[in-house]
C-alpha cells in the first residue's frame, strides 16, 4: 500500500455511532498527522501524535499510533451528520533538510441522520 | 492572525496560457509547501520552500512547473503552457518548526479549458 493509506475508502454510519478509520505507512515517520477535508474545502488539521506517542485525545477525537506495525487509528466518538467529511493521513517524514507530509487517498465518512 | 492566504480561489486558464499561484504563508511562519490535489484523491507534495531557497522539489515535474519564495512577498506556483491535465486543486501550506502541525490555505482552483 502507499504511504500513508487509509483504511476503508468510504465509511458509513448512523448519527450517534462511533467511526474509526485506520492509517498504514511505509517509512520511519517523526509524526503522523489526520486531516479533515469538506468536499470542495481545504484541509483542516484535526490532530498531530508523535513518533514517541501511542495516543492522544482531542474532544471526541482519539488517535493510537503504533509504530511497530506502522499504523495509525483515528476514531470518532458519537457522531454527528456535520462529520461527513474525507478524512486523511499524512505521515511527516524528514530526512536531512527535506520535510514533507505524504497523504493517503483518504476515507469518506458519511454520517447519516 | 489571517492563517495561510491563497489567491485565487479559482482561476480558469485556456491551454498553452501561464497560471501564477499565489501563497502568503501564516505570520512568522517560514516553510511553505505547495500540494496539488486532482479529483477523488489525497493531496501530491509537489515542492517545500524556505525564504529565497527551494529545499525539495521532488514532486515537482520536471518541465514548466516553478516556484519561488522571495524575501518579500508570497510564495508563487508558476504553471506555464498549461495543459488539460493541470487542472487540480493546488494547497499551499505553511509550517514553524518541526514536530508542529501545518497550516493550510483553502486552495486554488485551477481548471483548464
Known amino acids: 500500500s502507499q504511504q500513508g493509506e487509509e483504511d476503508p475508502q468510504a465509511l458509513s454510519i448512523q448519527e450517534g455511532e462511533n467511526a474509526t478509520m485506520n492509517c498504514s505507512y511505509k517509512t520511519s515517520i517523526n509524526n503522523l498527522q489526520w486531516y479533515r477535508q469538506n468536499s470542495g474545502r481545504g484541509l483542516v488539521h484535526l490532530i498531530l501524535i508523535r513518533s514517541n506517542e501511542r495516543e492522544k485525545h482531542s474532544g471526541r477525537l482519539r488517535v493510537t499510533l503504533d509504530t511497530s506495525k506502522k499504523s495509525s487509528s483515528l476514531l470518532i466518538t458519537a457522531s454527528r451528520a456535520a462529520d461527513t467529511a474525507s478524512y486523511f493521513c499524512?505521515?511527516?517524514?524528514?530526512?536531512?533538510?527535506?520535510?514533507?507530509?505524504?497523504f493517503g487517498s483518504g476515507t469518506q465518512l458519511t454520517v447519516l441522520p | 492572525n489571517a492563517g495561510v492566504m491563497q489567491n485565487p480561489r479559482h482561476l480558469v486558464r485556456r491551454r498553452g496560457q501561464e497560471a501564477r499561484l499565489r501563497c502568503s504563508p501564516m505570520?512568522?511562519?517560514?516553510?511553505v509547501y505547495w500540494y496539488r490535489q486532482l479529483p477523488e484523491e489525497g493531496l501530491k507534495f509537489m515542492v517545500y520552500l524556505q525564504k529565497e531557497n527551494i529545499i525539495d522539489e521532488s514532486g515537482m515535474p520536471k518541465e514548466r512547473f516553478s516556484a519561488e519564495f522571495p524575501k518579500e512577498g508570497p510564495s508563487i506556483l508558476r504553471i506555464q503552457q498549461v495543459v488539460r491535465g493541470d487542472s487540480a486543486a493546488y494547497f499551499c501550506?505553511?509550517?514553524?518548526?518541526?514536530?508542529?502541525?501545518?497550516?493550510f490555505g483553502s486552495g486554488t482552483r485551477l481548471t483548464v479549458v
Open positions: 501550506a505553511s509550517s514553524g518548526t518541526v514536530n508542529y502541525g501545518y497550516t
Open positions: 505570520k512568522g511562519h517560514s516553510h
Open positions: 499524512a505521515t511527516d517524514a524528514i530526512s536531512g533538510s527535506a520535510r514533507q507530509l505524504t
